[in-house]
């Protein structure tokens, strides 16, 4: 298991290097000025000349790249252009609030996908599995940031029962874990979570209903263990899977919903990569993109261990 | 017992008599929250960044200019006033030397004085890289709008000279963008303009209480304001970024937020059954196509773009906007003090336009066909894509086929200050470009599109236009300083814009602002500086 872990380790490593790669260079394809942040539009050319210098976008892509990545190992990664505030603080505080709403967008949608998947799984081609996988192919196919929309319209606006928009009364400098700031989450949250939540009962529906067709279940049942066991057995065999789609879900909603933090004005990472693309805030964009990446590779990373302490044929693997 | 009785009841009259005494002084404070359509709020040190709308929520409310514009006025265009200069006058035997009289007694929000050297020390911050002081971002916002400014000297305490690179008339129109900020107060603050942005102070009629990134700025009553006719009208003012349009409306509607700017259009019938405010006022802003005039480019043929002009249907466009626009009938306002009486009159003549184009040689079997290129939306730009369709179809029935480039709009203001004669634009056939216009003031109206000194990489003259007799009433209108003689030439400058159709003119912004019953004052003026103080709550 050690052995194990530590090969996972390594290959984190050169996963990591390339994604510092990638996030640098592919903010520089995009078209645009990384100093239409700062400079009016109308700038003359010797302005923009100046800051380019000013900012060290006039030297050599290995150069700037080598810089950064040097400054970034040691806990730096610059400044905004747009606004002067270190890279480092934009992105925590802004990853702080989609944490938030990460986590409750996920619970919302692990609970409902694992409930609704192994239902339809269970209950395979009968009415109850065709209800479940209605609401599964709608969740993934719904836009997130129409459906939003259509639920502050009719919450907000129409019954008035929930807020519009905002990170609670006072901003998310205050959040709280009380009612007022809690309503600001309900939402946002429920938005977020309806595509994880269809991919999540697909692939339960599926994974239940293929274990279920196995010959050991037959047997199960012949030695005769009742639907309680048979399905404790069920889940050992389809957490690990389950518990893969979930990880990489999650890290989707780590990386923030762009639409949806700026549908609902949450000022999470996906409002603050958002502002930073407009703005060609090229250090905000790098810094961003390369810390939600590394959450990626580290949950993952985070999942591949977990695995094997559940499935056993992994350990001997 | 009696003596007890009689001293307690004493003094409880005098608490009684204390507390009336005190009660007009206590009162609720009262709460304007503002839905503001940027992502974030624009930066707080001095120059605001994210163009000239930011001016009006971190600019002209912390901060005062040595020129001020008239923002609390909306029946008429406002005009240049005193600011922190109570005179400016050019002198007399060399006009490229302007004498500013300062304003005395007024402080900055920690305490300190404004004198003349924190006037210089403000202009070293902009303009002077060697400068302990000076902070490239603030400079790269302001220098492309002060650059008449040659040099700068203290005469005395209160007099600072301001040298021009030439005579320049209208060097005036271009301090209103200059904010000064407290020397003082970036020294308290070890000389970082980082913590300044958080602790920042001006001499303006608001000070900053709080400060979240990308979430609010709060704005509270400066009671030591040294213009009594500008005391902020609410104690307090929340700035909230809202970018999405229906975001910003939902909050209005839900009482998230008292008033918003540029209300999603198709909300307005509801907003107004729902007894919201809409407000909107004549602005110094246009939505135009700008034609290249360069060879090859068939916008080269005046009857071309005279019959484009007369092909569209500005009061259906008007429409589509719910009354959110006004039909354009040049590059400025009608009422607009420049806008003089051109020969052209723009208007919907499908009829004129199909003969025109005729005359230029086109025909059912000859169309001319040629490419835009256009932002799919952000900032000014209205609602481009729907805009632009219409106009590619009302064109179509002309004779001309447009096809559209669509790009991010940072990416448009790239080709724009490329010019029309870039690579990029010749090799990909676009001959024009469909970017809103700031026409607050002459040159922002008129210089920067017709002195051919501005012809790319020196400016954004994009479509090359060239005029000798152009360039020269410009450069004489540097050296009037006579505003009815100046206001003269112009509106000449206009009028030929105007008749030679240098644009396609479609409609003006309103810049709609939408208010919640208790907002009972507002005054919307005719500019893209707004005066905040002006704001009054129930």
Redesign the interface.
Known sequence: MLAYILKRLAYAAPIALAVTVVCFLLVHIA???P???????????E??EA?KA??GFDLPLPVQYAKWLGRALLGDLGHS?????TVSS?VL??VNNTLLLAIAGGMLSFILGTVLGGLAGYFHKSKTDRVASAISVIGVSIPHYWLG?VL??VF??WL?WL?????GPG???EWAWDYAHIRHLILPAITLSVIPMGIITRTIRALVAEVLAQEFVQALRAKGLGDRQVFLHVVKNVAPTALAVMGLQLGYLIGGSILVE????W?GSG??L??AI???DLPLLQGTILILCMVFVVLNLIVDIVQPLIDPRMRRS | MLKRTSGLMGWLAAVQLSALIAAPTLHAETVARYGISM??IP?TTGQP?R?AGAYQFTGHTLYDPLVAWEANVGDRPGKLVPGLATEWKPDAKDPTKWLFTLRKGVKFHDGSAFNADAVIWNLDKVLNDKAPQFD??QG??V???I?SIASYRKIDDMTVEITTKAADSLFPYQLPWFLISSPAQFAALGGD??KV?SQPSGTGPFKLDKL?????AELIRNNDYWDAKRKPQTDRVVL?????A??RT??L????VDLIESPAPDTVPQLEKGGFRIVKNVTPHVWPYHFSLLPGSPWQDIRVRKAANLAIDRDAIVQLLNGLAVPAKGQLDPSSPWFGHPKFDIKYDLAEAKKLMAEAGYSKDKRLKTKVIIAQG?TGQMLSLPMNEFIQQSLAEIGIDIEFEV?????L??H??SGAAADMAKSKGITAINLAYVTADPFYALT?FQDSHYIA????NWGNYKSDEIDALLAQSKTIFDTKQLDANLTKVHEDMVDKALMLWVVHDVNPHALSPKVKGFVQAQHWFQDLTTIRMD
């Open positions: 078209p645009g000025d100093l239409n942040a700062i400079a009016p539009a109308d700038a003359p050319a302005v923009i800051l000013a900012y252009v747009a606004t002067g505030r934009e505080s802004a929309l502050t319209i907000s606006t008035n807020p519009a928009m905002g990170a901003g998310s400098k700026t549908v609902f004005a000022p409002f603050l958002n502002t407009f703005q060609r | 992502a974030d930066l960044d163009g490239a971002k790269a916002q220098r492309p709008r650059p303009w980082n942005a979240v990134p990308r979430e609010r909230l970024p809202i970018p999405d229906l975001t939902n909050a509607m839900t009482g998230q952000g790009v991010e709009l940072e990416n203001y790239l724009w200050r920067r990489p020196n400016g954004v």
